[in-house]
C-alpha cells in the first residue's frame, strides 16, 4: 500500500476511493466514512446533478436523443436508461459525455476539503482508469445473491462490462466481502481510516 505519510504531507487530503458492483455496499461503505469523520461525496450524485442542472448536458442529450429524454426537472433518467440499457454504443456515449465534466466537479469539490481524508463512491473506477487519481482504493464486494437482493436495478450493460471483482481485489489497497452487519462494516471503515492517517 502507498504510504500514508507521505499523503499526509500533501496540500490536499488522504483521496480515497470506494468501487465495487451494484448491491455490494458501495453507499453504505461511504456513508460510514462520513460518519468516521471524512469528506465524501458519491460520482453518482454528481452524475445526478449534471442530468438535472447542466444546460451543456441537456443540449447534448436533446441532440443525441431529442426532447423525450429531457423534462421539466432536467434529464429524465428513466428515459435514458432505457435507451442505454439495451444498446452498448449508447452508453458508451452517455459515460464520455459525463466522465470529465464528473472528475472535474470531484476535483473542484477535493480542494475545498478540510477532513484529513475525502471518499469518493466511484462506481466505474478501474473501468474508466480512474484509480490513478486517487491515494487508496477500497473495493467492496458481496456474493451474488445478497447483491441482487440488495438491488432492484436490473443487470445491464454496465455491469456486464465491469472488470471481476477478483481483479479488482487484486489491484486495491483494502478489500471488504460485505456480508455482515452494518457494525462489521463500519469496524472495517474504521480500521481503514486508522491505518491512513498513521
Do not use: C
Request: glycine share 8%; hydrophobic share 40%; no cysteine.
Amino acid at each position: 500500500m502507498r504510504s500514508p505519510r507521505l499523503l499526509k504531507s500533501r496540500n490536499h487530503p488522504i483521496t480515497v476511493a470506494v468501487t465495487g458492483g451494484i448491491g455490494a455496499g458501495k453507499s453504505e461503505a461511504l456513508e460510514a466514512f462520513g460518519r468516521h469523520g471524512a469528506a465524501t461525496i458519491s460520482s453518482d450524485e454528481i452524475v445526478h446533478r449534471l442530468l438535472e442542472g447542466d444546460v451543456d448536458v441537456h443540449a447534448a442529450l436533446r441532440e443525441r436523443w431529442g426532447e423525450r429524454v429531457l423534462g421539466p426537472d432536467g434529464a429524465d433518467r428513466a428515459a435514458i436508461a432505457e435507451i442505454v440499457f439495451r444498446d452498448g454504443d449508447e452508453l458508451a456515449w452517455l459515460e464520455a459525455l459525463l466522465h470529465p465534466r464528473v472528475v472535474r466537479e470531484y476535483l473542484a469539490w477535493r480542494e475545498q476539503q478540510t477532513a484529513p481524508v475525502a471518499v469518493t463512491e466511484v462506481p466505474l473506477l478501474y473501468e474508466t482508469g480512474s484509480d490513478e487519481r486517487f491515494d487508496a482504493v477500497v473495493v467492496v464486494t458481496a456474493p451474488p445473491e445478497l447483491r441482487a437482493e440488495r438491488s432492484d436495478v436490473r443487470r445491464d450493460a454496465r455491469e456486464q462490462r465491469l472488470i471481476p471483482d477478483e481483479e479488482k481485489v487484486q489491484r486495491a489497497d483494502f478489500a471488504y466481502v460485505n456480508d455482515g452487519t452494518l457494525e462489521e462494516l463500519d469496524a472495517f471503515v474504521a480500521g481503514v481510516l486508522a491505518r491512513l492517517m498513521r
